[in-house]
């Protein structure tokens, strides 16, 4: 079973990918013009300097061009249940915003992963964990990512990955948001989770649910 891991994006940019069980990211650096291809597996992709996402499936290919960093995530031997639009891309600023508490959301991608953009405030959440394996990239803002009772400094460019029922949180130690790029699977809502209280071998009763990310 994979293990709770940081990283950052420029160990990943060196050919490093940050694997899951059931996940994988990976980054792309294009200056220029270049094609993205992935014979077996969908993937979802965020360009960074236009806060784009992009899903790839598989044995499409993708032609993109600039001096641009990609950030993909992909499930390896996936079926699709769903099938957003092939290589159409999802401006941030064009998809809603969903809130949560004091905190937002926006879905950029909905198909068997899920793709958002997340603001988080100053201050910590409780600890929470979820029913879905997920990784994280940090866009801007710094704090902590805890799991348990250790914490481990993020910043602009850390990359996180989180395994199913993990106990985590993120705290923003800044006085402006932190911003983050998160991807899950099995597909759902990024504001669901699910207090320490509620860790057990069985799904959670939905009467207990807690919402926020």
């Given at each position: 079973?994979?293990?709770?891991?940081?990283?950052?994006?420029?160990?990943?940019?060196?050919?490093?990918?940050?694997?899951?069980?059931?996940?994988?990211?990976?980054?792309?650096?294009?200056?220029?013009?270049?094609?993205?291809?992935?014979?077996?597996?969908?993937?979802?992709?965020y360009i960074l300097e236009r806060d784009t996402g992009i899903f790839l499936p598989a044995g499409a290919?993708?032609?993109?061009?600039?001096?641009?960093?990609?950030?993909?995530?992909?499930?390896?031997?996936?079926?699709?249940?769903?099938?957003?639009?092939?290589?159409?891309?999802?401006?941030?600023?064009?998809?809603p915003v969903q809130r949560t508490g004091d905190r937002w959301y926006r879905e950029l991608i909905q198909?068997?992963?899920?793709?958002?953009?997340?603001?988080?405030?100053?201050?910590?959440?409780?600890?929470?964990?979820?029913?879905?394996?997920?990784?994280?990239?940090?866009?801007?803002?710094?704090?902590?990512?805890?799991?348990?009772?250790?914490?481990?400094?993020?910043?602009?460019?850390?990359?996180?990955?989180?395994?199913?029922?993990?106990?985590?949180?993120?705290?923003?130690?800044?006085?402006?948001?932190?911003?983050?790029?998160?991807?899950?699977?099995?597909?759902?809502?990024?504001?669901?989770?699910?207090?320490?209280?509620?860790?057990?071998?069985?799904?959670?009763?939905?009467?207990?649910?807690?919402?926020?990310?």
């Open positions: 079973m994979a293990e709770f891991l940081v990283t950052t994006l420029d160990v990943l940019r060196r050919g490093g990918r940050l694997r899951g069980d059931a996940i994988s990211m990976r980054v792309i650096d294009v200056d220029g013009q270049a094609t993205l291809r992935n014979e077996n597996a969908d993937e979802v992709l290919d993708l032609e993109l061009e600039g001096k641009i960093t990609v950030v993909g995530v992909s499930r390896p031997g996936g079926r699709r249940t769903s099938r957003p639009a092939a290589g159409v891309p999802v401006r941030l600023v064009d998809v198909s068997e992963i899920t793709q958002f953009v997340g603001s988080i405030p100053p201050g910590r959440a409780p600890d929470h964990f979820h029913l879905y394996e997920e990784v994280l990239c940090i866009l801007q803002g710094s704090g902590f990512v805890w799991a348990g009772k250790s914490k481990t400094p993020i910043g602009p460019g850390s990359c996180v990955f989180l395994p199913k029922r993990q106990v985590h949180c993120v705290e923003n130690t800044g006085s402006g948001e932190l911003r983050l790029l998160g991807v899950f699977y099995p597909a759902g809502s990024p504001a669901v989770r699910y207090g320490v209280d509620q860790r057990a071998d069985s799904a959670p009763d939905e009467s207990k649910l807690n919402r926020g990310h």
